[in-house]
């Protein structure tokens, strides 16, 4: 599976630049894609959603293919920024605990992000699916770095496949507050939401053992 990052061509130079209006973009799409579908949202809703003339967005991007895979790669960045900023040296249930309740936090500031990428994904080309697919390999890998700081240090007893299944978990069990918040939020707030989930993911893990 290709980790290589797909290069988005660009007319301008200007670095700085680039990052700012391809961000309006990222914005403008969200929005835009989860009102009327990636398929039914044209270009030129896009240039006028982010305050471009269609020529100017052009400048910046060359199909819309090119917009949702920024939004996809803004997320991981997101997530790998959120999550890598967080001490995993001691290999503690406190710092497990943290990860999960800030990955889960960052989903519900990003409810629209991450429900657009799931919804529209498999409208990418070969190549970028593969990227995007290796991204959510390496946003479960870094909760199975947290988990086996955790093994090493006798907090916890996994083995290397059963923190693979455990590490992929939590990557399903936050962003499913982004595509059941429909249901979920009848019954809890986003702190009940992620006490209860790291309540029952911990008791799980912590009493593997057990017969």
Known sequence: MSKEKIIVQTSVKDESLIELRRQQIVEASVKLFKEKGFHRATTREIAKAAGFSIGTLYEYIRTKEDVLYLVCDHIYNKVTMCLSDISTQKGTIEELEEAIRQYFLLIDR????????????????????????SKELEMASLFEKILKSCVKSGEIELTDQEIYLAANHLVIQGQSWAFRKWAYHKKYTTEEFIALQTRLFLSGILHFREK
Do not use: G, N
């Open 110 to 133: 990003m409810i629209d992000e991450f429900t657009v990428m799931y919804q529209e994904t498999k409208s990418l080309p070969k190549e970028a699916m593969q990227y995007v697919l």
